[in-house]
């Protein structure tokens, strides 16, 4: 029998008009043509990101995304309006709006879709969050009607595996904020409230999500003030802590200062470089929280080490400032008489379960207010009374240089080829420097090799070192996109900003999704410098292990016997070249003789505007 006209429906209508309500302020869902220039509650989306200061969406989009295509199409063209940028997969989405938010302190948006969306940031979001990175993610939901009762309701199959008991759930415990968006008449302030925490300290990635029908919501446009949602700021110690930090750092015999995110604003290194030449004797260690946090031109440099270092049980006098973990108890604790001071944005740490060591006074203070307190304390009041033994401030700093100097020669003379001709990562590092603008900024997530390549490095100038602060490997590949198109944005165009390296460990390369990553690289011109370390494997597990089971029979086995071998590698330079379709250009090298000619090429190619990946084998 043929079917009635009236009767017959397109796949995706609602079911009929009579089972449709009309919301206040919307054309009625039976509508199937959306009207031209509506405001919906995704217009008023993207015009609340970007008064917020977001500048770049990164975006996997899926089924509960009509509405923002719709926006999208829209503000095609604006200059209020958003750069979308596409991405394959979603861990490197959010990885590219970390780096960007690391470099300019400016959060970005991850515009994600449903639950498998959400899981898909993955590692990510752990990055984000211990590496304090103001990351603002937006993701959709699976409808809530399904008889066509408001535009937006479930048209497809997959809306109905999608709909979750607690989406938030998925990624609650990694943000400092995660919320629903129940109507678009606030869904500005929602959005201002999520940034304003994103941005407050302790920094890092919160996450909203509305479902369809909330999206498609149309409504009068409406504007928030945006001045009244500024991030909360931090004050300074109490005076008399400033005081009693200061007096104990001129009493010390061996003083230590530990710092992991202080060189997250750029102020800060300088700051604690004049600290130093206040106390004559202090010494201070990077703790590997992301940034390069204090010079190495500076004669109490001790380099970056990962909680682990013998000036710690060493010091009398310790001041551990925003530093989430300063020593690993059981490789080298403080003595007990030592004075600690812990200075932090997050003292406390409530996100780890189990956290804790002795201190002699605890502050939730800015970190470079902070510092500029105790030195003018020093500074005021003067050294307190030397102790017995105690060498002069002009012998201390005499001392303090001529070890400096020593770690300086050391590290030289290790940084150098092996004697087959091989090429080992410190050496790498060395001659990469000499090869590239002094304002590089190298995003390094190479595992067991990043301590010689950050003493190598050298770096002095704040913002030119960036790690991932987390555990989540795979983190460089988005996160050096990321920050490449932070740089050139700031700089005004493509290729105008600074010279991003990517120094990177083969496993962890494989873990950066490669395909995703060089996909975007070639789609959007984003020139990056990309150096793998392939060592043939995982070689971080064989380390753990030989810490807990030094003697035990896998200590002796090989990394095949162990499966942590890769062995025979991949391609990976090629990897890159493939997903780029071949504008990516792919180098590699696996002898010392080799490797300045092959990195001067790969420069070369990343000054002229094209991504270069180089497979470097080292030992």
Excluded at 283 to 288: E, K, L, N, P
Excluded at 311 to 321: G, Q, T
Excluded at 524 to 548: C, E, F, Q
Aim: with cysteine; glycine share 10%.
């Amino acid at each position: 029998m043929a079917t009635s006209g009236r009767c017959r429906r397109r796949h995706g209508e609602p079911r009929s008009p009579i089972a449709v309500r009309r919301h206040a302020s919307s054309t009625t869902a039976s509508s199937t043509t959306a009207v031209e220039g509506r405001y919906t509650a995704s217009t008023a989306f993207f015009e609340a990101i970007w008064d917020a200061g977001i500048t770049h969406c990164f975006v996997n989009l899926g089924s509960d995304h009509p509405a923002i295509l719709e926006a999208m199409v829209q503000g095609k063209g604006k200059t209020n309006f958003p750069r979308i940028i596409t991405c394959p997969n979603e861990m490197v989405a959010m990885s590219m709006a970390d780096g960007y938010a690391r470099v300019t302190n400016k959060p970005q948006c991850v515009l994600i879709h449903v639950d498998v969306g959400t899981q898909g940031l993955g590692a990510a979001v752990h990055n984000a969050s211990a590496g304090r990175a103001p990351v603002f993610v937006f993701c959709g939901q699976s409808a809530f009607t399904q008889e066509g009762e408001l535009r937006g309701t479930r048209t497809e199959w997959s809306q109905w595996m999608q709909d979750v008991p607690d989406q938030k759930a998925i990624v609650s415990q990694y943000c400092r904020y995660t919320a629903e968006v129940k109507t678009g008449l606030n869904i500005k302030q929602m959005i201002n409230r999520g940034i304003q925490i994103a941005r407050s300290q302790p920094q890092g990635p919160v996450y909203l999500c509305a479902s369809r029908e909330v999206l498609e919501q149309e409504m009068e446009p409406y504007q928030v003030r945006q001045r009244q949602w500024q991030p909360v700021e931090l004050g300074g110690l109490p005076e008399h802590a400033a005081a009693d930090v200061a007096e104990a750092l001129a009493g010390a015999k061996l003083p230590l200062l530990i710092t992991g995110y202080g060189g997250r604003r750029h102020e800060v290194p300088g700051a604690l470089a004049k600290l130093a030449d206040a106390v004559p004797a202090l010494r201070v260690i990077d703790a590997g929280g992301s940034d390069m946090s204090f010079p190495a031109n500076h004669p109490a440099w001790l380099g970056l080490r990962y909680a682990v270092d013998g000036s710690v049980p060493e010091a009398d006098v310790i001041v551990v400032l925003d530093c989430d973990m300063p020593w690993v108890p059981t490789l080298g604790k403080p003595n007990e008489d030592a004075k600690i001071f812990q200075i932090d944005v997050d003292p406390l740490k409530p996100s780890m379960q189990l956290y804790y060591f002795e201190a002699e006074g605890r502050y939730r203070a800015d970190t470079l207010t902070a510092v500029q307190q105790i030195t003018r304390a020093l500074r005021q009041h003067g050294p307190a009374v030397n102790a017995p033994g105690h060498p002069t401030h002009t012998e201390a700093g005499e001392q303090r240089r001529a070890s400096h100097e020593k770690r300086i020669a050391h590290i030289e003379k290790t940084s150098v080829p092996h004697e087959d001709g091989t090429i080992g990562a410190g050496y790498l590092a060395r001659v990469l420097k000499t090869l590239v603008p002094e304002d590089t900024i190298y995003a390094v997530e190479a595992v067991t090799t990043t301590t010689a390549i950050h003493d190598a490095l050298q770096l002095s100038k704040p913002g030119t070192y960036l790690n991932c602060g987390g555990t989540g490997l795979g983190w460089s590949g988005g996160a050096t996109l990321g920050i490449k198109l932070a740089t050139d944005a700031e700089a005004g165009g493509v290729n105008k900003g600074q010279f991003v390296v990517q120094i990177v460990g083969d496993g962890t390369y494989m873990f950066s999704v490669p395909s995703s990553v060089y996909w975007i690289a070639g789609r959007y011109d984003i020139s990056v410098l990309t150096i793998v370390l392939n060592n043939k494997g995982w070689h971080a597990p064989r380390r753990s292990l030989l810490l807990v089971h030094p003697d035990g029979p896998a200590s002796r086995a090989t990394n095949a016997d162990v499966h942590i071998a890769l062995d025979p590698p991949p391609d990976y330079a090629g990897i890159a070249r493939a997903a780029s379709h071949g504008k990516i250009h792919a180098l590699r090298v696996d002898r010392a003789e080799s490797l300045e000619d092959v990195l001067r090429e790969a420069v070369e190619r990343v000054k002229a505007g094209t991504a270069a990946v180089v497979d470097c084998a080292i030992r």
